[in-house]
C-alpha cells in the first residue's frame, strides 16, 4: 500500500505517526504512566460532494428530513451520524477481510475478562471513536475525525418528493384481529430525489491521527453506502466524491459546511452555473464544476493539499490492495494502535 499513499504526499507533516501514538510520563511518586501523545498543530480536512444516487431519507421524528435556512431558503441537512455510522461499518468490513480487527460488532464492544482493550479496540475504533465495558470499567476513546453535517447544495424545494405507506398485514387489509379494528399504521415519508448534492467536511485535529488511519477512511468513502434509517435497506444510495484533502497549521472558517455553503454558491454563481438550473443529463459534468470550486476554495486557505485525481489514484491503489490481501503497512499500524489501546487503558 506504500506505492500510492498518504505518507507520500506533503499532508505526512500535519499527520502524526503509527510510532507516537502513546507517551511516557512520571507522577510525583516517579512511577510511570502511560498518555495518549500530546496534541500538535495541524489539520488535515477532506472535502466532499455527496452525491444522493437512489432516493435517500435523511430524518429524525418528523417525516421530513431535517433543514436548514440559508440565504432566506430551506436546504436539506443530513447530521453527521447519517453518513458516519455506514462508514463506521464499511471500516470494520475491511479490517475483517484483512483480519486486523473488527472482532465485535458495532455499538457491541464488551470485553471478556481478563482481555487487553488492545484485543478488540482497532484502527476504526481509533478513527470514528468507541466505548467499550469490562469488569466494571468504560473504556471510552474520542474519534480522530470529525464529521460535519452534510447540507444540500440545491433547496429542499427542489430534490424532495414524498410517499404514503399503508402497513397493512399479511391478508392485505388494514384490519388488526387482535385488536379488532383497522390499523393506524399509515405514515408519509419525504425522500430526498437522487441527483441531489450535499457538501461535507471531515477534519483531523490536532495532529493524532496516522497517516493510515485516514487511508482507512479514504477506503470507506471509495464505494457507495447506503444511509438513512428507512432508505439503507433498499441498497446504496449516496457516492461519495472527494473533491480534494488539504492541511495546514490552522483549522479554516471553510470546514464549517454553512460556510462553505454560502460561499460555493457564489463561486458557483459567477461562473454562471446555479445547481438547481442543471439537468440530470449532465450531472456528471457539473459535479466536475462543484469540486473544482470547492478546491479553489481550500488552496486559497490551505498550504498543502492533494487534488481529486490524485486521491482516486490513492484509493484505487488501496481498493486493489484489499481485494488482494495485501496489507503488510496497515497491519503494522493495526498492531501499533493496539498496543496504544492495551497501554493507554491498563
Not at 244 to 249: E, F, Q
Amino acid at each position: 500500500m506504500s506505492a500510492k499513499s498518504i505518507s507520500n504526499t506533503p499532508l505526512h507533516k500535519h499527520l502524526s505517526s503509527k510510532s507516537a501514538l502513546t507517551e511516557t510520563f512520571s507522577d510525583t511518586k516517579g512511577i510511570d504512566y502511560v498518555t495518549a501523545q500530546r496534541k500538535g498543530l495541524g489539520v488535515v480536512c477532506i472535502a466532499l460532494v455527496r452525491e444522493i444516487i437512489a432516493p435517500a431519507s435523511f430524518r429524525q421524528s418528523d417525516p421530513e428530513p431535517l433543514t436548514k435556512e440559508l440565504n432566506g431558503e430551506q436546504y436539506i441537512c443530513a447530521l453527521p451520524n447519517k453518513t458516519k455510522y455506514p462508514e463506521r461499518a464499511r471500516a470494520l468490513q475491511i479490517l475483517r477481510k484483512l483480519e486486523i480487527g473488527g472482532a465485535l460488532p458495532q455499538n457491541r464492544q464488551l470485553i471478556p475478562k481478563g482481555k487487553s482493550a488492545g484485543d478488540y479496540l482497532d484502527m476504526a475504533s481509533f478513527l470514528f471513536g468507541d466505548s467499550a465495558k469490562t469488569d466494571g470499567r468504560t473504556y471510552s476513546c474520542a474519534a480522530a475525525v470529525k464529521y460535519s453535517d452534510a447540507i444540500s447544495l440545491q433547496p429542499e424545494a427542489f430534490i424532495t418528493d414524498s410517499t404514503f405507506h399503508v402497513r397493512g398485514n399479511e391478508s392485505g387489509t388494514l384490519y388488526d384481529e387482535v385488536k379488532k379494528k383497522n390499523s393506524d399504521n399509515l405514515f408519509e415519508r419525504v425522500f430526498i430525489l437522487p441527483g441531489a448534492l450535499m457538501i461535507q467536511i471531515l477534519t483531523f485535529t490536532g495532529k493524532v491521527a496516522p497517516p493510515e488511519v485516514v487511508e482507512l477512511l479514504l477506503a470507506c468513502l471509495a464505494s457507495p453506502i447506503a444511509a438513512g434509517g428507512q432508505t439503507s435497506v433498499t441498497g446504496a444510495n449516496i457516492r461519495t466524491h472527494v473533491a480534494g484533502i488539504y492541511g495546514g497549521d490552522f483549522e479554516s472558517e471553510l470546514n464549517s459546511p454553512y460556510i462553505l455553503h454560502r460561499k460555493l454558491l457564489a463561486e458557483l454563481e459567477e461562473s454562471e452555473k446555479e445547481v438547481s438550473d442543471k439537468k440530470s443529463a449532465d450531472l456528471e459534468d457539473y459535479i466536475k464544476v462543484v469540486m473544482k470550486a470547492m478546491d479553489k476554495l481550500f488552496n486559497a486557505e490551505y498550504e498543502t493539499s492533494v487534488d481529486c485525481e490524485k486521491v482516486k489514484d490513492i484509493q484505487s491503489a488501496l481498493i486493489e490492495a484489499i481485494s488482494n490481501g495485501e496489507h503488510s503497512e496497515w497491519k503494522e499500524a493495526s498492531e501499533k494502535v493496539s498496543t496504544y489501546f492495551t497501554k493507554y487503558f491498563a
